[in-house]
Structure formats: C-alpha cells, structure tokens
C-alpha cells in the first residue's frame, strides 16, 4: 500500500489550503485514512482522520471548527480542507493509513502505512 500526499503550500494567516492523499489500494488494512503534522523537534500530532466504509470522523480539538476531512472511495483519495489556517498550523503533514476505525486512531502507532509528506507554511 502506498499513499501519496500532496497540497501543500506558503500562504498567508486566514487563507485555505486543500491537502489530497491518494491511497494506492482499499484493504483491511486500510480502514481508516488520515492526517498527522509535524514541526521539528515535536512529536507527530494527530489532525483528522476519516473511516472509508461509515465515513465517521475524528479531529483533534485544534482543528476542529476549521478543517474538513472527506473521502471519495471511487478516487481512493482522502481530502483536508483547512480553512482559517494559522501561523501554528505551519507543519509537515503526513497521510497515513490504519486498520482501525475507533477513537484509537488518534494515535500515530495505530498506522501502518505512512506517505512521505507535504510542507504547509502560514505566514502571519
């Protein structure tokens, strides 16, 4: 399984940005698909997550209110439009995948399949 993230950009504090990651194949290993930040020097911080079948979501409580998690099941492909962006979500952001479909995909060591991460950076 392999998944490509792509989106990323410089944009200023206020503006929207939309983060795409293509997942190559559907198995049950990849119940649930979606997204992680990192700045250097922290852990990996959980964002959003979506499961393919119910479409249930989960957000961090930073993001909520702002960003927007969706899936096309036919494109394989996972979305994160983040709006109202700010100076602390400047971040690398990873898609990742994960057999699980609880409130335990918060959790980075729940995925098995990680893409290689695209760079946001919100200017203030």
């Known amino acids: 399984v392999q998944l490509q993230a792509s989106g990323g950009g410089l944009v200023q504090a206020g503006d929207s940005l939309t983060l795409s990651c293509v997942v190559s194949?559907?198995?049950?290993?990849?119940?649930?698909v979606g997204w992680f930040r990192q700045v250097p020097g922290k852990d990996r911080e959980f964002v959003a997550t979506i499961t393919w079948r119910a479409g249930t979501k989960f957000y961090a409580d930073a993001v909520k209110g702002r960003f927007t998690i969706a899936r096309d099941a036919a494109k394989k492909t996972v979305l994160l439009q983040m709006n109202g962006l700010r100076p602390e979500d400047t971040a690398v952001y990873y898609c990742a995948a994960s057999a699980f479909v609880d409130s335990s995909i918060r959790h980075s060591s729940h995925y098995k399949y990680w893409g290689q991460g695209t760079l946001v950076t919100v200017s203030s």
């Open positions: 194949q559907l198995t049950t290993t990849t119940n649930s």
